[in-house]
């Protein structure tokens, strides 16, 4: 690193560094369907890192003023997700405990993207 690096924070540092690990999301949305997403609210991005374009996705959607429509794209995801983990666990027996816990924990990122658009009232 240079003496020229700087590195911006992010205003969804911590809402990027949880869709990025699999483990705390309980799900994983690939760099193909970010830039999807990015597309259904006008924004153009190319293909990058998954860590690039989730950051990208959500501060340009931001900085445009699309950033509810983001949220709501990402939210409408992980339902889509979560019916996928549910119908996988009805297909495999032994899986339920696995897909259910995937499903509780994808739950939790849409509460948190949730809270994530409504903001902060006093900022």
Same mark, same amino acid.
């Given at each position: 690193?240079?003496?020229?690096?700087?590195?911006?924070?992010?205003?969804?540092?911590?809402?990027?560094?949880?869709?990025?690990?699999t483990? %705390?999301?309980? +799900? %994983?949305?690939?760099?193909?369907?970010?830039?999807? #997403?990015?597309?259904?609210?006008?924004?153009?991005?190319?293909?990058?890192t998954?860590?690039?374009? #989730? /950051?990208?996705?959500?501060?340009?959607?931001?900085?445009?003023?699309?950033?509810?429509q =983001?949220?709501?794209?990402? #939210?409408? /995801?992980?339902?889509?997700?979560?019916?996928?983990y549910?119908? +996988?666990?009805?297909?495999?027996?032994? =899986?339920?405990?696995?897909?259910?816990?995937?499903?509780? /924990?994808?739950?939790? =990122? /849409?509460?948190?993207?949730?809270?994530?658009?409504?903001?902060?009232p006093?900022?």
């Amino acid at each position: 690193m240079g003496k020229n690096f700087r590195s911006e924070r992010s205003k969804f540092t911590l809402l990027e560094n949880h869709l990025l690990n699999t483990f %705390y999301s309980g +799900l %994983y949305i690939s760099a193909q369907e970010f830039i999807e #997403i990015g597309q259904k609210v006008d924004l153009h991005l190319t293909m990058n890192t998954r860590e690039y374009i #989730i /950051k990208e996705l959500l501060n340009k959607s931001f900085d445009s003023g699309t950033i509810s429509q =983001t949220m709501a794209l990402l #939210i409408k /995801k992980i339902d889509e997700r979560t019916q996928e983990y549910h119908a +996988l666990s009805l297909s495999y027996n032994g =899986t339920h405990t696995v897909m259910a816990r995937l499903a509780q /924990k994808a739950n939790g =990122t /849409k509460a948190l993207l949730a809270r994530e658009s409504r903001g902060n009232p006093y900022e």
